[in-house]
Structure formats: C-alpha cells, structure tokens
C-alpha cells in the first residue's frame, strides 16, 4: 500500500475515537466511566484473541503490562478524572500537547528527527482544539490540569513504546495483547471504585458494542498499524481528528451549534493535520534519496 493509504487508513481511527462522545452520552449509564473503559478495552481484546488465537510469549508479559498500562489503563484513568474536574474544552486541549511529546520522545528514545514544520503544525492543532471546543466560561483545576497532562504523557510513551517493542507479530495480534492487558489492569479499579454497574439495557448494549468493536477493537489496529509502518512521529498529529470529528458528530447528530470560531478552529485543526504529515513525508523522502536531501 501507498503511505497514502496508511494514513488514511490511520485516520479513521481517531475520526471514530470522535463518536464515543455521543455514543457515551445518548446510549450508556451514567457515572461508571472506569468500567465502561474496562468494557471496551477487554472486551475489544478478548474478541481480537479469538480471532488471531495468538498468546504472546512469557518474554513479553511485563512489556505487554506496561504498554496496556500507559495506552489505555493510565490514559483512560486520567481522561475521565480531569473529563470531571475539567470543562470537556478544557481537559481536550491539554490534552492536544500529545503530539509535542510524542515528538520529543520518538527524538529520545527512538532516534527520530523533529522537523520545525512538524512543531508548528502540533502547536498549531493545540490552538485549532481550543478555538474548537474551549469555551469562553473555562476554568482550570490544578488537580484536572495534572490529569490532563498525565493523560497526554501516558498515551504519548505508549505510542512511542510501541514503536520501540515492536513483536514480529501482526499488528491485530499486538492490538489485542494490549487492549486485553489494558482492560485486565481496569478491572480491580473498576469493581473497587464503581460498583453496582446496571445490567445493560439494548442502548447500553448497542453503546459497549459500539465502543469494544469498532471503536478499539477495529480502531487499534488501525492505530497500531500505522504506528508500525509509518512511526509514532507521522501519526500522532492524525489525533487532532478526534475533537474535530466530536464537534461535527454533534453537529450533524445533536443539532448543536457551530460558531464561527469553531469552523475557523476546525480549518486550522486541517491545516496543521496537512503540515504535519507534509513536514514528515519531506523526512521520509531525504531519508531514501540523499540527493533530494542536498536540494
């Protein structure tokens, strides 16, 4: 396949990550955020293992744990705790500083370049989120702004990690390991803190269906995908989708309203998805031909 068509192909995964808002909100219970986590996560996992029938190695079991651990367990526990201390505008733009940090950590640990067009474009996509979702009432919690932060850095070193540990398995393979480790490690958490989740209804049926099997299940891979061909540097930008695609879902299905900052939000948001992608797709063109590079 074209690098075009892997990052099209890894965009789909944050323009669906986009629908969990509307399908937490309009189909599920309220008040239970760590099992619904829990829920997607293992249930997602368990249905990718039976599929790739694959378990990994005992070699693998620590790793596994750390990568569940900062992709979902950590990033989903610090997402709904600053979700709840924090304005949803507020909890999202911080959490928009992940490209930054993916970038300084694909530098560290794996080597990787940082171009100049590739910062602008994530600092650009940060303030694209704010002029999209920040409303003008926010306030800030010194606890959800650590929250916010922590989530940001934890799924930021999963993306990385995962470039680094990369098994030669498939990337379904390894989506389910992670997704299934990640779900293991909620599940204490979950029935210590929220107990008393209600038996599931058909929407709330549809809701965990929705969420473990299109929207981890098949988005992970997608995820993990482009992580191992393209590299965490070239996909983390295709995050900013997320929001965008949040507020157009509320749009088109809610009827909620746009501002004129929001479209302008939602044009920078574009923008710096092209940037970034350009600046990487220069890197990867000197990387092949030195010639180009001399140009």
Avoid: C
Wanted: proline share 7%.
């Amino acid at each position: 396949m074209s690098r075009q068509t892997d990052l099209a192909l890894t965009g789909l995964a944050p323009l669906i990550w986009g629908s969990s808002y509307i399908v937490t909100t309009e189909l599920l219970p309220d008040g239970f955020p760590l099992t619904v986590a829990m829920l997607r996560a293992l249930l997602a996992g368990l249905i990718l293992l039976a599929l790739v029938r694959h378990l990994p190695g005992r070699d693998w079991i620590g790793r596994l744990l750390v990568l569940g651990a900062l992709n979902f367990s950590i990033f989903w526990a610090a997402l709904f705790a600053a979700a709840y201390l924090l304005p949803g505008g507020v909890a999202a733009t911080l959490g928009a500083v992940q490209p930054l940090i993916v970038l300084g950590l694909a530098h560290l640990l794996l080597g990787s370049q940082i171009p100049g067009m590739a910062v602008w474009s994530a600092i650009t996509g940060m303030l694209g989120v704010a002029l999209l979702i920040l409303g003008p009432g926010a306030q800030l919690d010194p606890f959800g702004v650590i929250a916010a932060l922590i989530g940001a850095a934890s799924m930021a070193a999963g993306v990385v990690l995962t470039r680094k540990w990369q098994p030669p398995v498939p990337p379904v393979t390894f989506a389910a390991w992670q997704l299934t480790a990640g779900g293991l490690l909620l599940l204490p958490l979950a029935l210590w803190l929220e107990p008393g989740f209600p038996r599931p209804d058909l929407n709330a049926a549809i809701g965990i269906g929705w969420l473990s099997v299109i929207g981890a299940a098949a988005t992970y891979y997608l995820w993990f995908r482009g992580i191992a061909k393209l590299g965490p540097a070239a996909i983390t930008g295709l995050g900013f989708l997320s929001p965008l695609s949040a507020v157009l879902l509320g749009w088109l299905v809610l009827g909620q309203a746009m501002s004129a900052l929001q479209m302008l939000g939602a044009g920078i948001v574009l923008v710096s998805v092209w940037a970034g992608q350009r600046a990487q797709r220069v890197l990867a063109l000197r990387a092949a031909s030195p010639a180009a590079a001399a140009r």
